[in-house]
Each structure stands twice: as structure tokens, then as C-alpha cells.
């Protein structure tokens, strides 16, 4: 039977599925893993989580959990037989990112985390949604609890990252690519990308929707994912 392995973003942990789960079939036998925090980067998470996880899988991965997906797909084309990848990206960094996520380790070294993460929590979201301040909370507390050392080592995890656009064409399982339209962390045009690049591949991109598509717009990506694996069952 396949195994549908959530994986979540950077620094967060399996509270960023508390509306997926609940909603998952029994059949899928849902689990998140927390390879990312046990890992130092992109391969060896994807590594891990194979070695882990036996038989076919089915992957859901959000932000740099989609990054992961893609290089287990990489690493073990047979045993892949679906990914969805939510919010994320297949290029590697630009400089200028690779710069501010730098200059970002160096304040979580100095014991900034919480100053850093409350001024820039919001650009994780549409700002025009209705329950923003909450959702902020919620997700500045996932943060908190995974701690600074996760952001440091995850951050240089993401800073290293293979670019997947070199394999995406020799994918040959559904994909399921979705994208807030409002995403200024991993902005449409990647999910974009992925999605043409990926043979197959099916886009939809959310209104009112920011990077944190599971908790932005849970209903929606809840809908996306039940009838994409109703059909890949």
C-alpha cells in the first residue's frame, strides 16, 4: 500500500498539517516526518526519508519540504509515486537571498531569533487576509518551538539545495503543484516552473493565499489534495 509522507517546511513541524491531517482517508496511512530536523541538508534529508519510510511513497511537501520531495523523486524514481508540492521552488538561491539568509544565521547565532522572526512573520502571508494576526501568532509559535538552531541549519540546508530543474522532466509520476497567488517567498512564477517542467504536472494557484498555504487556505488545499489522491488511488 502507498504511504503518504507530509513534509513540512522550514522550521516548522507537524503543526503546519493540522488541517491536513484530520481530513486525510485512513487508507493513506498519513505521517509527518521530522527528517529535516534530524539532517544537515536537502540529500540527506531526502535520504533519510527513504531509508525510513519502506515501499512506494506518495510525497506532500510545503516550502522546503516540497524541495526535499523533489530530491527523494530524484534519489528513487520507482518508489515515488506521487508528489505534491505546495508553495515551494526548484531553483536553487539567488545570490541576493543566499545573502539575506546569511546575514539572517549570523542574528540567530546571536541570539535574535525572536526579534528577526516578529518583524518579518507577516511576509509569510497575504496581508490582506482576514485573520492574519492570527495566523502569524500560530505560526511565530511553530517557529519558537522548533528553535534557532533548526533555523540555522535548515537555512544553510536551503542555501545548498540542489537546483531540481535539471531532473523535473525525467519525473514520470502525478504532480500537484499549488501556489498562493500572493506568495512573496516563493512566488507563483516557481510553481510555475515546476509545473512545466514536471510532465503531467497539474497547477492551481489560491487567492487570498501567502506562502503558508496550509494554514491560509486549509479548506482549499485540503480539496486540492483529497481529489488529486482519489485520483492517484
Known amino acids: 500500500m502507498d504511504k503518504l509522507i507530509l513534509i513540512p517546511g522550514l522550521a516548522c513541524d507537524a503543526g503546519l498539517w493540522h488541517d491536513q491531517l484530520p481530513a486525510l482517508p485512513a487508507r493513506w496511512n498519513a505521517s509527518v516526518t521530522d527528517v529535516a530536523q534530524r539532517s544537515q541538508g536537502i540529500a540527506e534529508m531526502a535520504e533519510r526519508l527513504l531509508a525510513e519510510h519502506a515501499g512506494p511513497l506518495v510525497l506532500c511537501g510545503a516550502s522546503m519540504g516540497g524541495m526535499v520531495a523533489m530530491e527523494a523523486a530524484r534519489q528513487a524514481p520507482a518508489r515515488v509515486r506521487g508528489l505534491a508540492l505546495l508553495g515551494t521552488s526548484a531553483r536553487p538561491d539567488t545570490p541576493d537571498m543566499r545573502t539575506l539568509r546569511e546575514q539572517a ?52 540546508a536551503v542555501i545548498g539545495r540542489p537546483d531540481a530543474r535539471t531532473h523535473l522532466h525525467a519525473l514520470r509520476c502525478p504532480v500537484l503543484v499549488v501556489s498562493g497567488e500572493a506568495d512573496s517567498l516563493t512566488p507563483p512564477e516557481c510553481a510555475r516552473e515546476i509545473a512545466a517542467l514536471a510532465p503531467g504536472a497539474e497547477l492551481h494557484l489560491l487567492p487570498l493565499c501567502g506562502h503558508m498555504l496550509t494554514m491560509e487556505q486549509p479548506a482549499a488545499v485540503n480539496a486540492l489534495l483529497l481529489d488529486w489522491l482519489a485520483r492517484l488511488h
Open 105 to 156: 544565521i549570523t542574528l540567530f547565532e546571536a541570539g535574535r531569533a525572536d526579534e528577526v522572526l516578529r518583524a518579518n512573520v507577516v511576509f509569510a502571508f497575504d496581508r490582506r487576509h482576514p485573520e492574519l494576526k492570527a495566523l502569524a501568532a500560530r505560526y511565530l509559535e511553530m517557529v519558537l518551538r522548533v528553535g534557532a538552531d533548526q533555523l540555522i541549519r535548515q537555512n544553510r
